[in-house]
C-alpha cells in the first residue's frame, strides 16, 4: 500500500482540517520565492514544491500550534519556514546524491544545473531564516537554527558512512536524525513553542516529530528494496545504486557470511556493481531476515511517536498525529 492509494489518509485529513492555515501558508511561500532580479529561482523552487508534495512538515507545524490552542498569526509563518528548509534540502540532496528524479518528476539539477539548484538553495536557507524572525521568538529560531545546523550534519555525515561497511545501527540512526528527523521534531516543537505550552507539551511534540521522523525514514528505506517507482516517488534499488548504506543492508552486513561480505565489500564499497546485483542483495537480506527486522524497528518508532501525544490535550488533531504515525509504516505491513 502506498502513502497515495490507502483509504482515508491522514495527511488528506490534517490537510481539510487546516486547509484554511495551508492556504495562507501557499500564499505566502508564493510571495517569498519571488526573485525580482533573477527568475531562475522561483521558476526552481516552483518546479519542486508544486510537484505535488504533501506539505506534511508545515502540516505538523500547523497542527502542533492549533492542538495547544493557538490562535495568532505567526504559525503560517514558522510553517513555511519549515517548507523552504525542507525544499532547501531536497535541492541540495539531489545535487549531491546526483538524482535524476525526485516525486517522480526530473529533478531541478537535471532540467537546470548543478549550480542553480545549490544557489537557490542557499536562497531557500536565507528566505526561511528571514521568515522565522517575524515571530520575534528567540526559543523558536534557536529551534530552528539548530535544525539546521544538524541536518547539514546529518548529511556531511552520511557522506563518511554510506559506504563504510563499519557503518553501525547507532550511525544509521544518527544520519536519520539528522537527515530526517530533525526537521520533523521541529516542526512540531516551534508549534507548541509558539503558542506557549507548557515544557512537557513541548517535550512531548518534540519527542513525537523526532519517532515519526525515524520511523519514515526506515520506512522510506525499506521501500526503496521493496516498493514500486509510483509509490516511493524515485526508481526502486536507487539506494544500492548509490552504495547507502541503509538499514536494512546495514542489518545483512552485521550477520554476513565471508563470501556475503565479500559481495558488499565489492558492491557497497567499491561501487563494482553489476547485472543481477541488486537481485543478489535482496536475496541476501531475505536470507537473514534484514528486512523484517528492520520493519520491526519501523514499528517499534512509530508505536514511540503515538505515545508521546499521551501529555497534550484531547483535540481531534491528536487524533490525527496518531493515526499519521500508523500510516507513515502502513505501506510496510
Not at 490537510?15 to 531562475?40: C, K, W, Y
Not at 508544486?50 to 498569526?73: H, V
Request: net charge negative; glycine share 6%.
Amino acid at each position: 500500500m502506498s502513502l497515495d492509494d490507502a483509504a482515508q489518509k491522514p495527511h488528506d485529513r490534517l490537510g481539510a482540517f487546516l486547509a484554511t492555515d495551508m492556504e495562507a501558508v501557499n500564499a505566502l511561500i508564493r510571495e517569498r520565492m519571488a526573485s525580482q532580479h533573477a527568475p531562475r529561482i522561483p521558476e526552481v523552487t516552483a518546479h519542486l514544491i508544486e510537484a505535488g508534495g504533501k506539505r506534511l512538515r508545515p502540516m505538523l507545524t500547523l497542527a502542533a500550534a492549533r492542538l495547544c490552542g493557538y490562535d495568532g498569526p505567526f504559525h503560517i509563518h514558522l510553517a513555511a519556514t519549515v517548507e523552504f528548509i525542507h525544499t532547501a534540502t531536497l535541492l541540495h540532496d539531489d545535487v549531491v546524491d546526483e538524482s535524476a528524479q525526485r516525486r517522480g518528476r526530473p529533478t531541478a539539477n537535471l532540467l537546470w544545473d548543478n549550480k542553480s539548484s545549490v544557489l537557490v538553495g542557499d536562497y531557500l536557507f536565507a528566505r526561511s531564516f528571514q521568515l522565522m524572525t517575524a515571530t520575534g521568538n528567540m526559543r523558536v529560531l534557536e529551534i530552528l537554527a539548530n535544525a539546521s545546523a544538524t541536518i547539514a550534519e546529518g548529511e556531511v555525515l552520511q557522506l563518511t558512512a554510506a559506504q563504510d561497511l563499519r557503518t553501525s545501527e547507532a550511525i544509521y540512526l544518527q544520519v536519520v536524525r539528522g537527515k530526517t528527523a530533525a526537521l520533523f521534531s521541529a516542526a512540531t516543537e516551534v508549534g507548541g513553542v509558539i503558542a506557549g505550552a507548557d515544557p512537557a507539551q513541548v517535550a512531548a511534540l518534540f519527542d513525537y516529530g523526532d519517532a515519526l521522523g525515524i520511523a519514515f525514514q526506515i520506512a522510506d528505506d525499506l521501500l526503496d528494496y521493496g516498493g514500486t517507482s509510483a509509490a516511493i516517488g524515485k526508481n526502486v534499488g536507487d539506494d544500492f545504486r548509490e552504495r547507502k548504506l541503509t538499514l536494512p543492508v546495514i542489518k545483512a552486513v552485521a550477520k554476513a557470511t565471508a563470501e556475503e561480505r565479500a559481495f558488499w565489500v565489492r558492491v557497497i564499497e567499491k561501487g563494482q556493481q553489476g547485472e543481477g546485483d541488486l537481485e543478489q542483495a535482496l536475496a541476501i537480506m531475505a536470507r537473514h531476515g534484514a528486512m523484517e527486522a528492520a520493519r520491526d524497528d519501523a514499528l517499534a518508532w512509530s508505536a514511540r511517536a503515538r505515545a508521546a501525544l499521551a501529555p497534550l490535550p484531547d483535540h481531534p488533531l491528536r487524533e490525527m498525529l496518531d493515526a499519521l504515525a500508523d500510516y507513515v509504516v502502513a505501506r510496510l505491513r
